[in-house]
């Protein structure tokens, strides 16, 4: 099979001139891509700690300030519309925001392309945070990269990594051609010494005591020796101390009686004159006292330009160093490293030797194999990327109401709200809304055992009863598994819903007793409506009074109800609306749908033209705003929420959002006949069975289960009360609308996954 043609992709790091590890490794990865694939499209998303300090260049393409999560949505959205193929990231837990970098996974989380992360750290023993961040990164990468084969094991150990999802590329360096350090020292004034040199940002975490303490006996057996100290002090270290780390090492070469011997320059210098400087010296020192230490970029320069090494046997210079590339010595043993320093100093056939191997082992980690084998990484991602083909109408017909998912995460208390995948989870306990909507399933399901549905019907009217609060005169939404209540009043909605869950039970419920119940509560709770001020709130309220209107024709608090807030609607339309934008709100939110359905049943109810227009004129407008560009349904992602008059993004697409759209559309088709509108009512239906985006169902054929929401990257998998309601009440609608309109659709039966 070709292998796919990668014209454009998106990498996110920290950038130059950022002064750090990760910006000079982010800034030569897009270099080396830039050489290698001259046509291909690099986005750069640096990521930033201080907004405004830095002057970035063209290359990056915007900044991501750290600590900022909607940033980072933000930045997830303009990957997406940019049309980048995959996503490159640099991965280090202290350059991203939120407890050990959770805000990146916020951003991962909302793309739908290929995600590859190279670990510059792995931790062997990570703390709940880091554990969480990774698991979280390892589970939405394609693939990630280590730079060592420690790295590897590590991930395969402590995490549980499939192999085949680890690839081992180690870090780029520079292509120098070997050099004699005699021929450079004269730049920087070191004729007739005999240079160590250690480079780095400056901090306790780099070791350089310890060569220090080595530096008496350094000296001794070779008096011309200096040990330079290459860097600035890290920047997170100036911001708590100043300069005093510094201080406290030349305080300590002074007191040694080094101080000749030991010369600090402080800079972060750009690349030509860091290898010049690493040219210059005779042996290279790297005397991390950390063991775990995966990956250290001034390592690799080393030996890319054939330095000789003598290096602490942290994880890097063990794999780097293996096969008498370089010598290792004890973790902080000053002596050994005296010992081998001056050995090498001593003999130069040994010293040059070794450089030899070095830089011939530089030779295999050149930023553009980098490059290459990146890229060959995407293309074997891309080349193994499942094929989603869409469905024809014909195969996607209405599924049967079932109760089996429903009854799985109920009990003798109620619908229980959450689950992991499709197991109940207990944590979360029970909520009004989602029994509210389980009580209206009741009245509507047909075709199960009236035995059944009375035991229900029961459980979850008797939940909605509890939630009463008499004093406080609301409805009581979350209860904890225990069946205590964790409010005394609920929300807007959840309060509208009660009121909706009863005007349906008092129309449709089965047994009188039901509906005499349902009547009764309402009667006696619905008042609260009328000082309800959210749209939705007021928009389910109506839709409980529409029903008990239909229930008990005259009934005046429900004509009260819907003529007040239909009327309110209208105002808020003309209020609002702008030539483009024929909405209630300056905003999209969730449940959209049900805003031109209440006014839709107003209209019918009271007989007021009006209100039917206008909520024919808004479901219209927003059925267009869930149309796909391929004409498919799209629910309005959560990531819509609060982008006021701005068109809907694409994702996180939710359940309730297409069972509103069915139900309303079934009442505008209920006002005017129309067969258009049994069509649009059948593609919002169809979203459930992966006539949706990415072309996945989210109906479990099997027992009723629904997944909770389409993602970027894929499906939802929990199984969640309002997921599962939603597709079985769009079920019931589905179903009655074939009924109506005479057309019964075959149901399907196939397994869907």
Not at 193 to 206: C, D, H, M, N, Q
Not at 421 to 432: A, E, K, L, Q
Not at 628 to 655: H, I, K, M, N, W
Request: hydrophobic share 45%; net charge negative.
């Amino acid at each position: 099979m070709k292998a796919p043609n990668i014209q454009h992709i998106a990498l996110i790091g920290n950038f130059l001139p950022r002064k750090c590890g990760i910006a000079t490794y982010t800034t030569d990865t897009y270099a080396a891509l830039k050489q290698r694939f001259p046509d291909l499209r690099v986005d750069v998303y640096a990521m930033d700690d201080h907004v405004g300090r830095y002057d970035y260049p063209d290359a990056v393409t915007g900044s991501i300030p750290q600590h900022e999560r909607p940033a980072y949505i933000e930045t997830a959205r303009r990957i997406e519309a940019s049309g980048a193929q995959a996503l490159w990231v640099q991965h280090e837990y202290g350059i991203y925001g939120g407890p050990a970098g959770e805000h990146l996974i916020a951003l991962l989380d909302r793309l739908s392309i290929p995600v590859i992360a190279t670990l510059h750290t792995v931790l062997e023993q990570p703390n709940p945070d880091e554990r969480r961040v990774m698991e979280a990164l390892l589970r939405r990468a394609s693939r990630v990269i280590v730079m060592a084969e420690k790295g590897r094991e590590i991930l395969k150990r402590v995490h549980g990594v499939d192999d085949r999802k680890i690839g081992m590329i180690p870090h780029g360096v520079p292509d120098r051609p070997f050099a004699d350090p005699e021929d450079f020292k004269p730049r920087f004034g070191w004729q007739g010494r005999e240079v160590i040199l250690t480079f780095g940002l400056l901090a306790p975490s780099k070791g350089i005591e310890t060569v220090i303490e080595a530096m008496p006996a350094i000296a001794a057996a070779r008096p011309d020796a200096l040990y330079v100290i290459l860097g600035a002090t890290h920047p997170n270290l100036v911001a708590h101390e100043g300069e005093a780390y510094r201080d406290r090492l030349k305080a300590l070469a002074a007191e040694l009686g080094v101080a000749e011997h030991v010369a600090f320059i402080d800079g972060f210098v750009e690349q030509g004159e860091l290898l010049d400087y690493l040219q210059a010296a005779d042996v290279y020192a790297t005397p991390y006292p950390n063991p775990a230490q995966i990956t250290s970029g001034t390592l690799s320069y080393a030996v890319a330009v054939g330095k000789p090494v003598v290096s602490t046997p942290y994880i890097h210079a063990t794999e780097i160093l293996a096969d008498e590339h370089g010598v290792l010595v004890p973790f902080s043993d000053s002596a050994a490293f005296a010992r081998e320093i001056s050995r090498l100093l001593s003999d130069k056939e040994a010293r040059l030797a070794l450089a030899h191997r070095a830089y011939a082992r530089g030779r295999t980690m050149l930023w553009p194999r980098l490059a290459e084998r990146a890229m060959d990484t995407l293309i074997g991602i891309m080349a193994t990327r499942p094929r989603r083909f869409a469905r024809a109408n014909q195969e996607l017909a209405p599924l049967k109401p079932d109760l089996a998912a429903v009854e799985r995460m109920s009990d003798a208390t109620g619908m229980l709200q959450h689950s992991i995948f499709s197991v109940p989870d207990r944590r979360h306990g029970y909520c009004i809304d989602d029994n509210a909507r389980a009580l209206i399933l009741m009245s509507k399901i047909e075709g199960i055992d009236e035995t059944l549905r009375d035991k229900w019907t029961s459980v979850y009217a008797a939940f909605v009863q509890y939630a009463w609060n008499q004093d406080l005169r609301r409805f009581r939404n979350f209860m904890n598994f225990d069946r205590t209540w964790c409010e005394d009043v609920g929300s807007e909605d959840s309060n509208g819903r009660a009121l909706w869950s009863l005007g349906v039970t008092a129309r449709d419920a089965k047994a009188l007793k039901h509906r005499d119940w349902a009547s009764a509560l309402f009667d006696s709770t619905a008042s609260i409506a009328l000082e309800l001020g959210s749209p939705r709130a007021r928009a389910f309220a109506m839709l409980g009074a529409a029903a008990m209107l239909d229930a008990h024709p005259g009934h005046a608090l429900s004509r009260e109800i819907l003529t007040r807030f239909g009327e309110e609607l209208i105002e808020l339309l003309d209020g609002n609306r702008r030539p483009e934008w024929s909405w209630f709100e300056i905003v999209l939110a969730y449940d959209n749908a049900r805003l031109p359905e209440a006014l839709l049943r107003a209209g019918m109810a009271l007989g007021r033209s009006e209100f039917t227009s206008i909520g024919l004129e808004t479901l219209q407008w927003i059925v267009g705003q869930q149309t796909s560009p391929e004409g498919r349904f799209r629910a309005v992602g959560t990531d819509s929420f609060g982008r006021e008059y701005a068109a809907p993004l694409q994702f996180d697409q939710q359940p309730l959002e297409a069972q509103a759209t069915v139900e309303a559309c079934a009442a505008a088709h209920e006002a005017t006949g129309e067969r258009r509108w049994v069509d649009e009512a059948m593609r919002a239906y169809r979203w459930y069975l992966g006539a949706n985006d990415l072309e996945l169902p989210l109906a479990s054929a099997q027992d009723g289960g629904c997944f909770d929401g389409l993602m970027p990257h894929g499906l939802n998998r929990n199984q969640g009360a309002e997921s599962i309601l939603a597709l079985q009440l769009a079920n019931c609608a589905i179903s009655a609308l074939s009924n109506a309109t005479g057309t019964v659709a075959t149901p399907l039966r196939a397994a869907v996954a």
